[in-house]
């Protein structure tokens, strides 16, 4: 069963445009959600996680219980925010979304 | 800088040859993981090592085998590879079980001719 989903593959928006990554998750209980990111020629790495309620990058995600969401927000989008993410579930062990490329436009 | 390495990034291997992919770590961490990636698919845990001990997944063939020598080294081996296991393959590592931040390698991309 599908545990996380990423809806979109590709995103394109402009410099300065609000972005929204979607996440949907399918779990009963108390889900630990986090964002990992991979920017071109890097390695994958954590970007943020839920309970920490943090704004990394200007990015943050909110967990939404009663739509299973854990969207991640920026609302200025910058060229270097180009990459792609993945959304993750901790279960046992960590299960990654199929991930959304972003291309912020000049 | 402390980091996790794997060698080599590309490997190209013949159908049904066996192949073994490294990873290497300074981190120091107990735990490794190994994750398989397909083309535009999500990484897919295969098995991973808390110190000594190997927790494999349910659903992982058993043409996929791991070995772990000592603390900061792990590898892949791939008994007999075919097409379908073509993809990117990638070494994580984190401090404990249960720790939320994983550390990854650049990964290794496979290729089966």
């Known amino acids: 069963a599908q545990r996380v989903t990423q809806p979109e593959k590709l995103l394109s928006v402009f410099k300065g445009a609000p972005v929204e990554l979607k996440c949907n998750y399918s779990?009963?209980?108390?889900?630990?959600l986090f964002w990992y990111v991979q920017y071109s020629r890097q390695r994958l790495q954590l970007l943020l996680r839920h309970i920490s309620r943090e704004s990394i990058k200007g990015f943050t995600a909110d967990l939404n219980k009663g739509e299973t969401s854990f969207h991640l927000k920026k609302p200025f989008a910058q060229e270097e925010d180009s990459a792609m993410y993945y959304c993750?579930?901790?279960?046992?062990?960590?299960?990654f979304g199929s991930g959304t490329q972003l291309t912020v436009l000049p | 800088d402390a980091m996790v390495i794997q060698n080599p990034r590309y490997q190209v291997t013949q159908f049904g040859k066996p192949v073994t992919l490294s990873c290497s770590q300074t981190?120091?961490?107990?735990?490794m993981y190994w994750y398989q990636q397909k083309s535009s698919q999500a990484p897919k845990l295969l098995f991973h090592?808390?110190?000594?001990?190997?927790?494999n997944e349910a659903d992982t063939p058993d043409n996929f085998q791991s070995r772990r020598p000592n603390t900061s080294f792990c590898f892949l081996d791939i008994r007999s590879p075919g097409l379908g296991d073509a993809a990117m393959y990638l070494c994580a590592t984190s401090p404990h079980e249960g720790t939320y931040e994983q550390y990854f390698g650049p990964g290794t991309r496979l290729t089966v001719t």
């Open positions: 090592y808390y110190d000594k001990d190997f927790n």
């Open positions: 993750a579930l901790k279960l046992r062990q960590l299960t």
């Open positions: 779990y009963s209980g108390s889900p630990e």
């Open positions: 981190l120091n961490h107990n735990v």
